[in-house]
């Protein structure tokens, strides 16, 4: 490791990095067609070395910071002796380097003479990829190969000439071709503006300058890591969390992390996680590694930059044939599922070592509803896709604070679409959408509310395919903090209503509903030790009843009123 002479610089370079990157980001949410890219903001974009490492990222996902790498290395190892300035690659196979087969990778070379200089990628969730269910995120697909399309490294560009096969190919695979390949042009559109300004950036440095600070911004990068780990105690820590069924059966799936830390590294041990299941809710290896990386950035803090740099100090060690390391074939395209409870577990054990840094857990549901049918007014059959998945509602209590209502939390850093948008763009009527009272994890610091979300059908046959989990194992609380309120699915069909399993596929017809209630966060710390003056603005707010105040936090008001009976209070908290 080389230590930077001027620290200075390197901010400046990170800084005009991750600007690139969030240019990108804003050209492909400006220039998509779907719902999915431009209000759920699903995507992501960054710039990647010479050598095909991390430098800078837009303000998108987390858990995409570590999957850009093997995405492309798969792309660089298949084409290494053909590698041209115009070339675009394409991919979204996870058994080679891909994360899922909605995501599909773009990445460009930047080339300056024959050398090149930089990769640019930008990656997108798309709503549709073919495969027996609409939307590809299927929780019962038992092999990838009901998924949809897996498309291998390919050219999507060679030398500045498009590949009319591959778009071809990808046209007649999907749903909805419209916003596919809608979304595609604004990958490329992001490409072309990264481009612009990274050669904007050599001609600002130089080329033999700029790579050397791009070198010295990993190191540099590495160095942080190193010393902000340094700073953690040493000593081994494991926590397990559960998923409760995979889809197909009842049993539980156990995911447990090891963390190790000695001096400035730490090794990451997912041994005793149950084997990868029949379902397609575990992600492949690199999107595990990719979860690990981003809960340790979350804890150093956004003093250090997007690099690659904060790779180095991590070993991961996940048993092939397990949850976190499937083998093919494997379904994994409701992987956000296992992703982000695979973050709560990592993050579980970093609460052992650090206490007072982590949060409980986020609500955690990882609710993912995929609702389509057809046009049939229209000859051929028009289809229409609608995804709805990055309505998480909220963080779990922390150390000093409570956890944030309605706000992607865990690895996810999407946002709602509007209900005005899903019903304009689709056969869909939301009914209802708010918080639900007495759904937060108690604790010294409550976690989140819980939400809910009644969608209405205004169609005969409308599939609805629904990702989600929490139903039987709530999001933890931490350090004395009680768990949320579960996940409820009820349907109700025919005018008569039946609860709903948190993994099925069914066919729905006009005035037929779904009610989701998600789960809240998690609560850190004895809930009786809950400052009374907040419990009563719960009350106010209408977050907590008060029967919930007196039984759970020990906080009785005067009948009627919102004013605390300090008497009967008093007493209640002594029965601790």
Known sequence: MVKSSDPIKLEILKNALESIGDGMALTVVRTSRSTVVKTGMDFSTGVLSSSGE?????????????????ALKAC???????????????????????????????????????????????????????GRVAGGNACDSSEIYQEGIRIPPVKLYSSGIPNETVYRLLEKAVRVPEMVMGDLQAQIAGLQYGENQYLELVSQYGIELLQQHVEELINYTEILTRRSISEMPDG?????????????????????????KNQDEIHVDFSGTSKQCNGAIQPVLATTKAVVYAVLKCLLGPQIPNTSGYFRPVRITAPEGTFVNP??????AARTLGLVRIANTVFGAFAQMLPHRVYAACAGAEVGVAIAGYNKTQVPWKPWVLLDFAVEPGMGGFSYRDGLD?????????ANTPVEILEIDHPIKILEYGFTQDSEGPGQYRGSMGMKRKYQCTTDDTT?????DRGKIPPYGLWGGGASKPTSIIA????????????FLDTFNAGDTLEIQWPGGGGWGNPFERN??????????????SSRAKEIYGVAVQQGTSIIDWALTTKLRKKT
Not at 54 to 70: A, R
Not at 406 to 414: D, E, F, Q, T
Request: charged share 15%; aromatic share 10%; glycine share 10%.
């Open 327 to 332: 083998v093919l074939p494997a379904p994994v």
């Open 54 to 70: 991390l430098i800078g990222q837009g303000f998108c996902l987390p858990i995409h910071l570590g999957g850009m790498m093997p």
């Open 532 to 545: 009374p003056t907040e419990v009563v603005q719960d009350i106010l707010n209408d977050r907590v009843s």
């Open 492 to 503: 109700a069909k025919n005018g008569l209503s039946e609860i709903k399993p948190t993994k």
């Open 236 to 260: 081994t820590w494991s926590f397990s969390d559960y998923i409760d069924d995979d889809g197909f059966g009842s049993e539980s799936i156990q995911i447990t992390a090891t963390i190790t």
């Open 464 to 468: 609805i395919n629904l990702r989600s």
């Open 406 to 414: 309605g706000v992607s939390a865990g690895m996810l850093n999407g």
């Open 76 to 130: 660089r190892d298949y084409y290494e002796n053909s590698i041209n300035p115009g070339d675009i690659f394409m991919l979204n196979d996870p058994y080679e380097g891909g994360s899922h087969l909605p995501d599909i990778f773009l990445f460009k070379p930047i080339f300056i003479n024959d050398h090149i200089v930089a990769y640019l990628c930008a990656m997108t969730h798309h709503t549709d990829i073919g």
